[in-house]
């Protein structure tokens, strides 16, 4: 099977963000391979252990997103490439998914293409989708477990949870997958794998290499960035000598206030 | 702008998002709806009267399991037919990657889970979370067709632009469909809307162990509401199922009430809980964060409060 995983580097989860004048700092805290790719990168894996092929990591940023790229290495992608270009400096979702669209399309008979859920710095979750849209294959979205891949017959049946129900949804391949926590535990990288990664070679896509003449303008702006708003509470602290004492003064006061 | 559609497959989403569409007619233009997939016909009837002025209807077989890439095709279609340059749609799990395709679909610029939405200088604006929570971005769409999913519970509309919306039967060519839906099965006994219960009780990390679940049960039990919790419980321990977790990447919820028990108040959680009219906090740790957006506040052992609390309202017949 020939697979793509689209990785992005971003800023790490336990890394304390802070909003400023619209400026966004997070002081000197790493960036990482976004942690729900890691889990995208882990069903690639899988999948090629399962049935042979290939693993291709590709990820859109500035140069230090290879280090991300290598991180994806390192677990046991077989190749990775960066696509780079300063016509994607302020590239939008629909910026993005164009790049990486037209990246799969150069590749070449790609059967499978696997993303994380969201990118946990612009939290959109909509990149896999629109990938999927530009290459006209469908997108079976939040896959908590692939039930049946079978490269013969080129389908795949996995399934997801809605709100309120499950569902199994089949496809013919080539397909775009997004995948959720639930989908398997991501490995760490060997030391033989982080040795090959240190050394590897990632090449260098530009705009003009995958196809892309003109890139198109992002279709958001941004006009503002804020700290979202405190919510301005007394807190009210019911005390009392016993655990009976203070539920009781609890529930009278949520009685008095009609919530429940 | 020249109109809005507006498309969700749960119906009284729709209707909220009609109404809300409706009371903003005179920037946004007249208000249509797509009712889509099995039994379209009737349900359209519901719509009638919620704001819109068009109510297009398709129910072929295509769209029965509502699989993103055909509806996506049928919206683009039916937004041109409605001459609709505003496709709103409720920001559901479906809902979120429906919007992406489509907006793929128009090239236009989409905002996937919008926690404000609102209108000025005649342009609309809207909120997101981003960094976990840590920001809110407020954008513009900035293309003349504008996809966007709104988070549930986030706009209410007054009803005041009720009309006798026309039914009109869409003219689709829908594509075959490539993915489909074999299986759909209501889940198992746990079945749960996190996002339109009245009221929850929701763990954190403060509980030791699985089996102290009966505790948390117990008092959501009495209070005729649904647990709930934080990401580490569902996404790290497995004790609790994904649906009930509150958060960035969770549920997000209004609630009349809202019990937090052995919940630190971490932003990616507390995002979920913005919506909620009143939130009680119990920790035994007097600076945990939760205590600075709770209404009540308890510093003590959820083991002593908890089993207290359910005794207490059950003498008062609470629910």
């Given at each position: 099977m020939n697979i793509v995983v689209c990785v992005k580097q971003t800023v790490d989860t336990a890394a304390t963000v802070t909003v400023s004048d619209g400026e966004i700092s997070w002081g000197d805290a790493p960036l990482v391979l976004n942690p729900w790719d890691e889990y995208a990168v882990e069903q690639a894996l899988l999948s090629k252990e399962a049935h042979g092929g290939k693993v291709t990591a590709i990820s859109l940023g500035p140069e230090g997103a290879k280090d991300a790229l290598k991180q994806a290495l390192a677990m046991g992608c077989d190749e990775a490439i960066l696509i780079k270009d300063a016509a994607f400096d302020d590239a939008d979702s629909l910026v993005v998914s164009k790049a990486l669209a037209a990246s799969i399309t150069k590749l070449g008979e790609i059967d499978l293409a696997f993303f994380g859920r969201q990118a946990v710095d612009s939290d959109t979750g909509v990149t896999f989708a629109q990938v999927a849209r530009r290459l006209g294959w469908p997108a079976l979205s939040l896959a908590s477990k692939v039930e049946e891949l079978d490269p013969g017959a080129q389908t795949i049946a996995v399934e997801r949870m809605l709100e309120g129900s499950r569902q199994r949804l089949r496809s013919k391949l080539p397909v775009v997958v997004s995948v959720v926590k639930e989908i398997n535990e991501p490995r760490y990288p060997s030391f033989m794998g982080i040795r090959k990664a240190s050394r590897a070679e990632i090449p260098e896509w530009s705009a003009g290499d995958i196809g892309l003449a003109e890139v198109p303008k992002a279709a958001l702006s941004w006009p503002k960035v804020f700290a979202p708003p405190k919510i301005e509470t007394e807190c009210e602290f019911i005390e009392g000598e016993a655990a009976e004492e203070i539920a009781t003064k609890l529930a009278d006061r949520l009685l008095e206030e009609k919530v429940i | 702008m020249s109109g809005v559609l507006v498309y969700s497959e749960n119906d009284s989403h729709v209707q909220t998002l009609a109404s809300w569409s409706a009371d903003h007619a005179d920037t946004l233009g007249p208000v249509s709806v797509a009712v889509l997939g099995k039994d379209a016909g009737n349900r359209a009837e519901q719509h009638r009267g919620s704001g819109a002025s068009r109510v297009f209807v398709n129910e072929a077989p295509g769209l029965e399991g509502l699989a993103e890439d055909v509806v996506s095709s049928a919206l683009a279609q039916i937004a041109k037919q409605a001459d609709a340059d505003l496709i709103l749609l409720s920001a559901t799990r479906r809902g979120r990657s429906l919007a992406s395709r489509l907006a793929q679909e128009l090239d236009s610029g989409c905002v996937s889970e919008a926690i404000e939405v609102g209108i000025e200088d005649g342009r609309l604006i809207t909120g997101r979370y981003a960094l976990g929570g840590n920001t809110v971005s407020r954008e513009v769409i900035l293309t003349p067709l504008k996809v966007v999913a709104v988070t549930p519970g986030t706009v209410e509309g007054?009803?005041?632009?009720a009309v006798e919306g026309e039914i009109i039967s869409a003219e689709l060519s829908l594509?075959?469909?490539?993915?489909?839906?074999?299986e759909r099965n209501p889940k198992p006994a746990s079945t749960v809307n996190i996002a339109e219960s009245d009221r929850l009780v929701c763990v954190g990390?403060?509980?030791?162990?699985?089996?102290?679940?009966k505790l948390i049960e117990d008092l959501a039990a009495e209070l005729a509401g649904e647990v709930a919790c934080t990401r580490p419980l569902s996404?790290?321990?497995?004790?609790?199922?994904?649906?009930r977790m509150i958060g960035i990447s969770g549920e997000k919820c209004n609630p009349q009430l809202i019990l937090s028990l052995g919940v630190s108040g971490q932003v990616q959680h507390t995002v979920g809980i913005m919506g909620a009219k009143t939130i009680v906090a119990v920790n035994s740790d007097p600076n945990a964060p939760i205590f600075k957006l709770a209404d009540y506040g308890i510093v003590g052992d959820l083991y002593e409060v908890v089993p207290a609390l359910a005794d207490a309202l059950k003498q008062r017949g609470a629910n």
């Open positions: - | 007054s009803g005041s632009g594509p075959e469909p490539r993915m489909m839906i074999v990390r403060g509980l030791a162990q699985q089996e102290d679940l996404s790290e321990y497995g004790w609790v199922s994904e649906e």
